[in-house]
């Protein structure tokens, strides 16, 4: 790859042997992928502590840290002591990170001015738009990501407040998912005002790769007339990465790319990633982690029951923002009442 060879783009350090896996060799092809800023280091650590003590000291996955400006030395030294495991450092492509020639810079520009006077959220800020475009169409294709098959994404100040006594990873891949998530949210309509249209274009455009099950009907309201807005909320996600390399996915990136939203609005990563697994896969290829505790500010995914004694939890289970229970979140009981494989119901019929 050209942007890649020949440039001191990438370091790769931290190669201590592994003690639970001694030869190198692990279950799965898995990594812990971040995109982060230098100047969130310290929210980084503190993120990594969290996933080292309920999680990866027992398993040493690796880490891949991502970033649009190279990493500084501070950052590189203050995230590989967090950790025994090997940390990798990826500086992103700029064609990955800047404005398709499809795109009308100024016009953007303006759009961004109006969505900030319409309280469009992030809809002002341009790195996120750059960001969430990134997250949509280029993260996978980092050549650090070429050796793994899943990842699991996390962010500077995410905090992992229950213990991980299973390995999620190899659930995911002995269970053949290819998508997974803690917590499901309505997006704010006003930042994919045109998005539904553009999936409806899609679906007629390119119905050969539209599979007869689906998850339609969970972002499906009124007949198909509308969005639900229902998304997976994408700061925690782990996922196949054969998913998003997929034919598929990337037409379906293509598409949704040619049609600006991503700078004329704020498509957000978290809603295309959604589409695509309602689009392209079926319940029984997406995995709950119901009981994996979990924090984003100002969500929070705490066990219920039993689950928060025994897994030693430090979250508050009846907090308003806890998803387990608040209606807000309830994007995720609509997807407890998809039909299954083996259910004989209508899968025209509507949910909502
Ligand atoms: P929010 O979760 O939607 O409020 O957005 P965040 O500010 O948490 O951004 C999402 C993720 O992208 C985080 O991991 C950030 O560190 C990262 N991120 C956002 N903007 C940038 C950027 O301009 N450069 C880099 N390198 N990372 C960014
Ligand atoms: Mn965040």
């Not at 759009?111 to 996978?140: D, I, P, R, W």
Request: proline share 5%; aromatic share 18%; hydrophobic share 35%.
């Amino acid at each position: 790859l050209q942007f890649w060879d020949g440039f001191k783009f990438t370091k790769t350090i931290n190669e201590v042997p592994d003690m639970y896996s001694p030869n190198g060799t692990k279950p799965v092809k898995a990594a812990f992928v971040i995109l982060v800023r230098n100047t969130e280091l310290i929210g980084m650590r503190k993120a990594m502590q969290s996933i080292e003590d309920r999680f990866n000291r027992k398993h040493n996955y690796p880490y891949v840290f991502l970033n649009d400006v190279p990493f500084t030395e501070e950052f590189i030294e203050g995230t590989r002591t967090m950790t025994r495991a090997k940390t990798s450092y990826g500086l992103i492509p700029k064609e990955h990170w800047s404005y398709p020639d499809h795109i009308d810079v100024d016009l953007a520009k303006q759009k961004y001015k109006e969505m900030g006077e319409n309280s469009v959220h992030y809809g002002a800020t341009e790195s996120y738009h750059l960001m969430c475009n990134f997250q949509s169409g280029y993260f996978f294709r980092h050549p650090l990501l070429e050796e793994y098959d899943y990842y699991w994404r996390i962010e500077p100040n995410v905090e992992y407040p229950c213990d991980i006594d299973f390995d999620p990873f190899l659930h995911m891949q002995n269970g053949n998912y290819k998508y997974s998530f803690t917590i499901t949210l309505y997006e704010y309509p006003n930042t994919i005002p045109t998005i539904w249209s553009a999936v409806k274009e899609f679906i007629e455009t390119y119905p050969e790769l539209i599979p007869e099950r689906n998850a339609f009907q969970w972002i499906a309201r009124d007949g198909g007339k509308k969005y639900t807005g229902c998304h997976f909320w994408s700061n925690f996600e782990i996922a196949d990465l054969r998913f998003f390399r997929s034919k598929e996915y990337i037409t379906f990136y293509d598409f949704l790319s040619s049609k600006g939203g991503f700078f004329y609005e704020r498509w957000g990563d978290a809603v295309v990633h959604s589409l695509a697994v309602a689009l392209f896969l079926q319940k029984e290829d997406v995995y709950w982690f119901k009981d994996l505790g979990y924090f984003h500010h100002p969500w929070t995914n705490c066990p219920l029951g039993d689950e928060w004694i025994k897994r030693k939890c430090t979250c508050t289970q009846d907090t308003l923002l806890n998803s387990q229970t608040h209606k807000y979140a309830e994007c995720g009981f609509v997807w407890d009442k998809l039909p299954g494989k083996d259910d004989k119901v209508d899968l025209n019929e509507p949910l909502y």
